[in-house]
């Protein structure tokens, strides 16, 4: 079941955001297996992400390598709000 996963990450700053990033395409990890989406808006005071995943399954398996990327950045790994997806539309 495809779900969509929201972190709210305070504290977490642009150079951070963007080093993540950098980071996860230099581990091959830049488009993961089962992510479909992935939204990233600075807020006040830190990210809000959205991903969208085929399963949970899937995110988990990615996530366990994500915290060691997001550490590193010196960022505290947030936990996730997770909904079961039940429609998207684009465009």
Not at 10 to 24: A, I, N, S, W
Not at 44 to 72: P, T, Y
Not at 75 to 88: C, D, F, G, T
Request: aromatic residues 6%; charged residues 25%.
């Amino acid at each position: 079941m495809a779900i969509a996963a929201i972190f709210e990450i305070p504290g977490m700053t642009t150079e951070q955001y963007d080093r993540t990033v950098k980071d996860l395409e230099a581990a091959g990890l830049g488009a993961p297996d089962g992510r479909i989406d992935h939204i990233s808006c600075r807020v006040d005071g830190g990210w809000f992400v959205l991903d969208h995943w085929e399963s949970s399954e899937k995110m988990q398996k990615f996530a366990e390598k994500l915290i060691s990327v997001l550490e590193a950045a010196g960022v505290a790994p947030a936990e996730p709000r997770i909904l079961p997806v039940h429609n998207v539309i684009r465009g």
